[in-house]
C-alpha cells in the first residue's frame, strides 16, 4: 500500500505545478521524486516477501490465511506484470543518459510505462487486496489515481491548451560565446510572462503546443526590462545544437514559469552568485534586476569557465562591476598567456578565500553550475557556517 501511494504521488511531482516548483524548487522536486521512485520500488520487491517470508507469521485471526492472501491468478498476474516491470522501468530512468535515448523518446516510455504500472497495480490492488476493496480504501486509491492522472492531463493537455493561447515569436538568436546562443522571444499577441529574475521555462521552439520537444532554460532577461524574454543556450544536444538556424519569426511556446532561484523578497545584506560555464544564465537575470532596482547591497559574481572565449556578455559584466560596484571575479582552467585573472576551477578553495570574512557568512548565495562545481561549494559554504537556508542553487542536469 506504501509503494502504491509513493508511485501515485510521483505523478503529482511530475505535474510541473508551480505551486511545487516555485516552493521547492527543481532540484528539490526531482530529487525527492528520485528518492521516492527508489523508496517505491524497494517496498514493491519486497511486497510478496512479506506475506509469504518466514517473519510473516499467520494473524491470529487470519490462521488459514485466507482473508489475506488470493491464490486466484487473475487477481495475482497484474502485480506480477506490475512487480517485473517496476525495477526495468527505474532503472531505465536512472540509466537513460548511458543507454543512449533520445530525451524525448524516454519521456514518451516514462509517461506511458508510468500510467501501465499505475493501472496494473490498480487492477491488482482492489483485486488481490483484502483490505483495498473496502469501500473507504478503494475510493482512497481511486482518488489517488485520478489526481495522478490529471497530473498527467495538466502537463499534456492543459498546459499545451494554455500556451496555445499566449505564443511567443523569436526576435533574434545571436552568438554569446563559444558554442553558445542568445535568443530573444517576443510575446505574440499578449502582455507576455510574470516571472522573478532567475526562473526558468519549458520552452518549445518550431513545434506545435503538444509536442514533446521541449527543454528547460532559465530566463537570463530581467522582469524590469519589459516583455522580451532572453535565455543564454550552450550546445549540447539535438535542440540546442540546432539553436543557430532558427529564424526570427518561429513560433514558440513557454510552459513557466518555474523555480526558486530567486533573491526578490530576501533580506541578506549581500548576494554571492556563482555560476560555472551556461549557468551564468539565471544568474545574470537576477544582477540585471538588482540594477534596475537600484539594489544598494554589496554582490559578488564569482564566473567559471575553461576557456575565455566561453565567457558571456563580458562587457556587460565590466559595465556591472564599474557602475553598480558588482565584484566580478572570473576563473579559468584553461587561461590564455595574457590573462591576468583566477586560474583554475571554481572550488571550494576559491570560495574559502573569496567568502570566509565573518560578515559574508550572513549573506545570500546563488549557485548554478555543474554538478562537481555546485556540491564543492555547497559544502565549502556549509564549512564556513553559512546557513542552508541562505543558499539557493539549481542543476541544469540530473542523475
Ligand atoms: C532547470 C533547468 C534550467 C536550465 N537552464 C539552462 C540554460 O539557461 N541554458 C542552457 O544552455 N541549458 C540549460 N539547461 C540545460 C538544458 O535544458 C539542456 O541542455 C537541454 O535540454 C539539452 O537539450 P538538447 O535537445 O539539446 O539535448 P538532448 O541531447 O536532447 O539532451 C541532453 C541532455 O539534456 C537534458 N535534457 C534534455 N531535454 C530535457 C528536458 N526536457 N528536461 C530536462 N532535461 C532535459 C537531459 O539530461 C539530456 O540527457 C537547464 C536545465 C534545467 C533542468
Not at 108 to 120: C, S
Not at 277 to 300: K, M, Y
Request: hydrophobic share 45%; net charge neutral.
Amino acid at each position: 500500500m506504501l509503494a502504491y501511494a509513493v508511485i501515485l504521488v510521483e505523478f503529482v511531482l511530475s505535474g510541473r505545478f508551480r505551486s511545487i516548483s516555485a516552493r521547492l524548487g527543481m532540484d528539490v522536486t526531482m530529487r525527492v521524486h528520485q528518492l521516492f521512485a527508489r523508496t517505491a520500488l524497494a517496498l514493491a520487491l519486497l511486497h510478496p516477501f512479506l506475506y509469504r517470508g518466514a517473519f510473516n507469521p499467520a494473524l491470529p485471526w487470519d490462521a488459514t490465511r485466507q482473508f489475506t492472501l488470493t491464490d486466484d491468478f487473475g487477481a495475482l498476474a497484474s502485480g506480477i506484470a506490475a512487480w517485473v516491470l517496476l525495477p526495468g522501468f527505474v532503472l531505465l530512468a536512472m540509466g537513460r543518459d548511458r543507454i543512449g535515448f533520445s530525451y524525448e523518446t524516454w519521456r514518451w516510455m516514462h509517461g506511458l510505462g508510468a500510467v501501465l504500472i499505475a493501472g496494473l497495480l490498480l487492477h491488482h490492488t482492489l483485486a488481490a487486496g483484502r483490505y483495498s476493496t473496502e469501500a473507504p480504501l478503494a475510493v482512497l486509491w481511486a482518488v489517488l489515481l485520478g489526481i495522478a492522472v490529471l497530473s498527467l492531463v495538466n502537463v499534456y493537455v492543459f498546459k499545451p491548451l494554455l500556451q496555445r493561447r499566449r505564443a511567443w515569436t523569436v526576435a533574434s538568436v545571436k552568438p554569446a560565446g563559444l558554442k553558445t546562443w542568445e535568443l530573444t522571444l517576443q510575446p505574440d499577441g499578449h502582455d507576455g510572462l510574470s516571472y522573478e529574475a532567475g526562473q526558468f521555462v519549458w520552452l518549445n521552439v518550431g513545434h506545435s503546443a503538444f509536442s514533446l520537444r521541449e527543454n528547460p532554460f532559465s530566463i537570463s532577461s530581467a522582469p524590469g526590462t519589459g516583455p522580451a524574454l532572453q535565455f543564454v543556450i550552450k550546445e549540447l544536444g539535438d535542440f540546442t545544437r540546432t539553436l543557430g538556424q532558427v529564424a526570427p519569426g518561429t513560433r514558440a511556446y513557454l510552459d513557466g514559469p518555474h523555480g526558486n532561484l530567486v533573491v526578490a523578497g530576501r533580506g541578506e545584506p549581500g548576494i554571492a552568485l556563482l555560476a560555472g560555464g551556461v549557468g551564468v544564465a539565471p544568474l545574470l537575470g537576477i544582477l540585471r534586476q538588482l540594477r534596475l532596482e537600484g539594489d544598494t547591497r554589496p554582490t559578488s559574481l564569482v564566473y567559471g569557465n575553461r576557456v575565455a572565449e566561453q565567457i558571456s556578455y563580458r562587457d556587460e559584466l565590466d559595465a556591472l562591476a564599474r557602475d553598480h560596484g558588482t565584484e566580478v571575479v572570473h576563473v579559468l582552467s584553461e587561461p590564455p598567456r595574457d590573462w591576468q585573472g583566477r586560474i583554475g576551477m571554481l572550488d571550494a578553495a576559491v570560495v574559502r578565500e573569496l567568502f570566509s570574512a565573518p560578515e559574508k557568512r550572513d549573506w545570500l548565495y546563488v549557485l548554478c553550475g555543474p554538478p562537481a562545481m555546485m556540491a564543492a561549494v555547497e559544502d565549502c559554504l556549509i564549512d564556513l557556517g553559512v546557513p542552508a537556508r541562505q543558499i539557493l542553487s539549481e542543476r541544469f542536469t540530473y542523475d
